[in-house]
Every structure is written in C-alpha cells, then in structure tokens.
C-alpha cells in the first residue's frame, strides 16, 4: 500500500534541519513509511541526495519527486555515487494481526532479515557508508510493572517477551555493520506523535467524545513528537562525525522527556481537544483479541532520553501538552 506524499504544514520544519555540513548520498529503506517519508523530505531540503529502497519502486517513485532515486534491489544502486549514510527504518506493523508464531516470524524477518541483507550488501561495497542510523524500539526494555517509576535508561537491560527479543535482534543485526567500519546507532523510538502513524487513533475516540482510560491508564507512555524524533537523527549524525565518537554501536532513546501515564496523556489530549474524558476501556478484551501483544498497549515503560540530553540534543516539544497543542 502506498502513502501520499509530505505536503503538510505543521511539518515544515523540516527545511530548518541541518544533516551533516555536506551533501551525503543517503540510503534510507522504510522510506515510504510515516517516519520514511518525512525524513526523505527533511533530508532533500538539506541538499542530500536520497536513494529509497523499497518493495515497489515503481509506484513509490510516484510520490517522491524525481530526484529521490527509489530501487527494488540493493544490487540496482550503482557504485557511485556511493552511498554514504544509510537510514534503516523498514519493518512490518508491529500492533494489528494477533502474535501467532507465523506473524512472529514474518515481523522478525521484515525487521531481522532485512537488516542482515542490508548489512551483507555493504559488506559487498568497495566505498562502504561511514554511517548506519538503524530504527528499533523502545520495546528493547520489554514491560515495565505498574507502580514501577523506575526511569530506564540506555543502559537498562531488555527481557525475554517477544517484543524485546524482537528488538536485540534486530540491533545484533545493525550491529554486524561496524565489522566493515561503519558507525552504527541504533534508535529505540517511542510511540511517534505526528500526522500519521499512531496519533490520528489514539486520538479518535476523543475527538468523538468517548475518550478515557485504557486498562488502568497507569501504564507508561514513552512518546516523541515527529519533528524532534527527525531533529534527533540530524543531532546523532552529527555527533556520529566528531573524530571522538566510538567506534563500537550504540543506542539512543527517542523520546521526550516527560513520560506520564497513559491516562494522564490522554486527559491532555482532551483538554486540548476541548473534549470530554469519561469512558474507559477495559483491560480484559484487549487482552483477549491481542493476546501478548495486548502487553504494547496495557503495560509500558518509563524511558528517558538520557544520550540525547547528555549531548546536548534541545527538544522543541519536551512536554506532551506542547505536542499535541501542535498536533491538534
């Protein structure tokens, strides 16, 4: 399924993001997604030259303008110009179909799977990127207990549910990469607020003025506004080109620092909405349609973004009322 293309005002600022101080050619696969697209658009008004690889070149060359170079395979992007920068954000939706161990092994694979061709396939470039940003997810650190306000950091450690496995292996992944000299940072994004992705449902309900609780709404929400989540790649890139940064991978938390409660967010988002906040939504049938996966929305984690804070990185939403009075 295609998306249409970037032609929304309260993304315009995009153009003020500065990736690097020259021009890149940057590969970036995922990029006919929510967060693809806009990055694409972020990356062209820097003056990037920007190949998407995609499953239908075809039709996402319609919503791209022409500039943007969109293959179907690795093996159709020339030797030059070389690719300096690549952008992995492919992967299938994570919340929909029930985890059965088939859509288990189908999101390990469109995550897992892609990666490892992508990282074979740079082993196989004589001019190899100097940079690997790869997405991941906040998932990394599994549940957090309700009650618990413990803030989880880079360093937290994950767990053994699914959601988590998903996500080290997807990293162990990206990881591979450094092995042919490249600087990887893996991102663990939070739930993404823009127009497009997760907002527009999460904030249905309230809009129809039946919003409330989900299961207790004492659940964390780690979140992050769009354009700071496009302004922390920009940030990571940058220090990514210091002669000091590490050689070896690191993570990085894409997200805000205010976490609240699940509840408390959406009590925001009516206020701001002018909407009323009274009808709940039970725990118990969430839990029987989504079996583990119900775990992404009723559970959640406390995670501050300690590496971009201790960078330097300034957030232009740090609060959810902000966000969303942009937002909405």
Not at 40 to 61: E, F, K, N
Not at 98 to 111: D, E, F, G, I, P
Request: with cysteine; charged share 15%; hydrophobic share 45%.
């Amino acid at each position: 399924m295609t998306t249409p293309p970037v032609s929304n005002p309260h993304v315009a600022g995009v153009s003020t993001l500065h990736f690097g101080d020259v021009p890149q050619h940057v590969l970036v696969t995922g990029g006919t997604g929510f967060v693809g697209r806009h990055l694409v658009q972020a990356l062209r008004a820097d003056g990037h030259a920007v190949t998407v690889w995609t499953r239908d070149a075809a039709s996402a060359a319609k919503h791209f303008a022409a500039a943007v170079r969109c293959v179907q395979r690795l093996d159709d992007i020339p030797a030059s110009p070389a690719v300096d920068v690549v952008v992995n954000l492919a992967g299938a939706r994570i919340v929909g179909r029930r985890w059965t161990h088939a859509r288990q092994a189908a999101l390990m694979k469109s995550r897992v799977g892609l990666t490892d061709a992508l990282v074979d396939w740079i082993g196989r470039r004589a001019v190899k990127p100097w940079l690997m940003l790869s997405g991941s997810a906040v998932g990394y650190y599994g549940v957090q207990p309700q009650g618990n306000a413990t803030v989880l950091t880079e360093s937290s450690p994950p767990q053994s549910i699914f959601m988590s496995r998903l996500c080290q292996a997807w990293e162990a992944s990206a990881h591979a990469a450094a092995t042919h000299g490249v600087r990887v940072a893996c991102l663990r994004f939070g739930m993404v607020l823009g127009h497009g992705g997760a907002l527009p449902g999460l904030l249905l309900p309230v809009k129809m003025g039946v919003g409330g609780r989900l299961g207790t709404g004492r659940q964390w929400l780690s979140w992050i506004h769009l354009m700071d989540l496009l302004g922390g790649m920009a940030h990571v890139w940058g220090e990514a080109m210091a002669p000091s940064a590490p050689t070896e991978a690191q993570a990085w938390n894409f997200t805000a620092p205010e976490t609240l409660s699940q509840e408390s967010l959406m009590r925001t988002a009516a206020d701001v909405l002018h909407r009323p906040f009274w009808l709940p939504t039970p725990a118990a049938p969430v839990r029987l349609l989504l079996g583990e996966q119900a775990d992404v929305l009723l559970e959640g984690q406390r995670v501050a973004p300690a590496r971009l804070l201790d960078t330097g990185f300034r957030f232009r939403f740090p609060d959810a009322r902000s966000a969303l009075q942009d937002l909405c």
